[in-house]
C-alpha cells in the first residue's frame, strides 16, 4: 500500500500560540546556566528530529520550532501528524546566544507579508548596531560531540546530542537556520539525497517563485563543503571541509576547532537520514540585475558579507535609525516578513518529509 502524505498545516502554525517553557523537558543547561529545552512529540515510527538557534543570529528558526511545538502539543490523541511521526524538537540549542542578540531581535517594524496581510520585519537600524554571532570553537552548529565521552564539547551540544542519541535512527534532520542578506532562501540537502529530492528541489522553487521571491543560487565550488546542485540548492556544509579550508589558508590553530555539525552527527546514529539547513535572508536584496542608481550589486559569500556588516554598522553608528532604513531603502534593501521566512521554513519541512518517505511533492501550489 502506497503510504499516504502527512502534512503540517503552514496557515494554522503561522497563527498558533508558542508553547509554555513548562511543556519541555531539560536537557541540560548553556554555559551560562540556562535551560536547554526539548519536546519529543507522537509515537509514529518515522523519526523526525528539528533544531534551530545554533547560530544566535538567526532568530526565526527558534520561533519557527515554537510554533510547531505548540502546534503538535495541542493535537489530539492519534491525530495523523503524531501518530506517522514521532517528533525530537530543540527549538533553541544556543539561548545565551539568543540573549546576547536580544538587543534587535526584539525590534521590528511593520511590513506586508507576500499575502498582504500586516506582519513585522527586523529593523536594520537595531542588527547593525546589536548584531552578535559566535566564532568558530563556539559555533554551536559545528560543535557536537566527536565521541560519546567528548567533555570538551559545549553543554549546549552535549545535552542535544544525548536527547537525538536517544531517538535515533532518524528519518530526517533538519536545522532551521538564517543568514543576514540575501536575495531569497538557500535550501542546503545531505549530498547522499541529491538523486532522490529533484521534485522536492523543484516544489520549494514554486513555493518561493509563488510568494514573489528570488533564490540565493551560488556556486562556491566545494568550499566549506558547499557544492551547487541546482537553482537554489547545495550540499550542507561539513566539519571535514571546513577544517580543510582553514588548513589551506594557513591556519590549523582554527581548523582544530571544528567538531561535528549536527547532520553529522544524527548521521553518524545510523540510518540514512535526509539532512537539510535551511537558510533563511532577514533582509532581502535586490537580484544583481535589479542594480541602478544607489542601488548596488551585493557579491555573495562570507567575506561579502562580512563587508555588508561592517559598512551597516559604519551607516548605523552615524546616522538616525530612521536614515539607517531610508539609506536601506534606497539600495532596494528591505526586510522579508517573518511570518514569510517562516512558511519557507515549514515549506522546506513539509517537503523534506514527503521526499524522505517516498512520497511525491506537494501538488497544490
Not at 114 to 140: I, M, N, S, T, W
Amino acid at each position: 500500500m502506497v503510504p499516504r502524505p502527512v502534512d503540517l498545516p503552514v496557515e494554522d502554525l503561522m497563527f498558533g500560540d508558542p508553547p509554555s517553557p513548562e511543556g519541555g523537558s531539560v536537557l541540560g543547561r548553556s554555559r551560562e546556566g540556562r535551560e536547554i529545552l526539548g519536546w519529543r512529540l507522537g509515537d509514529g515510527a518515522d523519526r523526525v528530529s528539528l533544531i534551530a538557534g545554533c547560530h544566535a543570529d538567526e532568530p526565526v528558526g527558534p520561533e519557527t520550532l515554537r510554533r510547531m511545538v505548540g502546534y503538535l502539543s495541542q493535537r489530539p490523541a492519534g491525530d495523523p501528524l503524531l501518530a506517522q511521526y514521532t517528533w525530537f524538537l530543540v527549538p533553541d540549542v544556543n539561548p545565551d546566544g539568543a540573549r546576547r542578540n536580544a538587543s534587535w531581535t526584539g525590534s521590528t517594524v511593520p511590513v506586508l507579508d507576500h499575502k498582504k496581510r500586516a506582519d513585522r520585519g527586523f529593523d536594520l537600524a537595531a542588527y547593525a548596531l546589536g548584531v552578535q554571532r559566535e566564532l568558530p570553537g563556539d559555533d554551536v552548529e559545528f560543535g557536537f560531540p566527536e565521541t560519546p565521552d567528548d567533555a570538551a564539547a559545549r553543554p549546549e551540544n552535549r545535552a542535544v546530542a544525548a536527547f537525538l542519541a536517544a531517538g535515533a535512527p532518524f528519518l530526517l534532520h533538519g536545522t532551521l537556520h538564517g543568514m543576514g542578506f540575501a536575495p531569497g532562501p538557500w535550501f542546503l540537502l545531505e549530498p547522499a539525497w541529491i538523486e532522490r529530492t529533484a521534485g522536492m528541489r523543484d516544489a520549494l522553487r514554486k513555493v518561493v517563485r509563488g510568494m514573489g521571491l528570488g533564490l540565493l543560487d551560488v556556486d562556491r565550488g566545494g568550499d566549506k563543503g558547499f557544492f551547487r546542485i541546482d537553482e537554489g540548492f547545495s550540499t550542507r556544509p561539513d566539519s571535514g571541509a571546513m577544517r580543510a579550508h582553514f588548513e589551506a589558508l594557513g591556519d590549523p590553530a582554527t581548523a582544530a576547532l571544528f567538531r561535528p555539525s549536527s547532520m553529522e552527527y544524527v548521521r553518524g546514529l545510523g540510518g540514512d537520514p535526509l539532512t537539510f539547513v535551511s537558510e533563511m535572508p532577514l533582509f532581502l536584496l535586490p537580484p544583481p540585475e535589479a542594480a541602478d542608481g544607489p542601488r548596488t550589486a551585493f557579491r555573495a559569500g562570507t567575506e561579502a558579507s562580512r563587508e555588508r556588516h561592517r559598512w551597516l554598522a559604519e551607516v548605523a553608528h552615524r546616522e538616525t535609525p530612521a536614515a539607517v532604513r531610508r539609506f536601506a531603502a534606497e539600495r532596494g534593501i528591505r526586510p522579508l516578513p517573518i511570518r514569510d521566512q517562516m512558511r519557507l521554513q515549514l515549506a522546506l519541512v513539509n517537503e523534506a518529509l514527503r521526499a524522505a518517505r517516498g512520497l511525491p511533492p506537494r501538488a497544490e501550489r
